[in-house]
């Protein structure tokens, strides 16, 4: 897993949680790197989930809750360094739809070696799009984050549903809708 992730996500915790919280997830997270992260750097994704566990334990909040506030923080990381990427889409709907051969193309050239979930788009039309998300990572509320994001970055509503087709969330179906459109 790309450094840039873990450095963000501690980032995070420190401005959410507090240093100490930072503190003792690191310590007790046993992590080979030492909780030493470059954003350019590749890690275990074990130190990743280590990490999230220990936050979840101290904040009481659950794995999927903070994979999903992480993905809202990771999207103003986006927001901000790849600026110019929003402009090649007309709209959200669009963007999402070119995940997998046009966004992850492109981070896989920024971030060569990046370990990234597979999107398969099973329908789509004007109004919405279904697609399947598959990762051994299981990080799918991290995923809906990033997709909900990205309809407030276009300034238009959503709802956005999913589906688990594997009960541990390495495959995932998510219906995306805009808003004040029939479900289909």
């Known amino acids: 897993m ?32 030492g909780g030493i992260y470059t954003s350019v750097g590749t890690y275990d994704f074990i130190e990743m989930q280590s990490l999230i566990v220990k936050l979840s334990e101290k904040t009481k909040l659950s794995v999927d809750e903070l994979l999903y506030a992480y993905g809202k923080t990771f999207f103003a990381m986006l927001e901000k360094n790849h600026k110019n990427i929003f402009n ?30 597979t999107f398969r788009i099973i329908h789509q039309d004007e109004h ?7 990762s051994d990572r299981s990080m799918y509320m991290f995923a ?3 997709m909900e994001k990205t309809f407030e970055h276009y300034h238009e509503n959503s ?8 009960e541990d969330g390495t495959q995932v179906r998510f ?10």
């Open 2 to 33: 790309k450094g840039i992730v873990f450095t963000e996500f501690l980032e995070m915790v420190e401005r959410e949680f507090g240093f100490e919280v930072l503190d003792e997830i690191i310590n007790e997270s046993n992590l080979a790197s």
């Open 88 to 117: 090649l889409y007309s709209g959200p709907l669009e963007m999402l739809a070119s995940i997998e051969n046009h966004i992850h193309v492109e981070v896989r050239k920024l971030y060569p070696g990046a370990e990234l979930p």
């Open 128 to 134: 919405s799009l279904e697609m399947m998300y598959y």
């Open 144 to 146: 809906k984050a990033l």
């Open 159 to 166: 709802r956005i549903n999913l589906e688990k087709v594997q």
């Open 175 to 184: 219906k995306i809708h805009k808003a004040g459109y029939a479900v289909s």
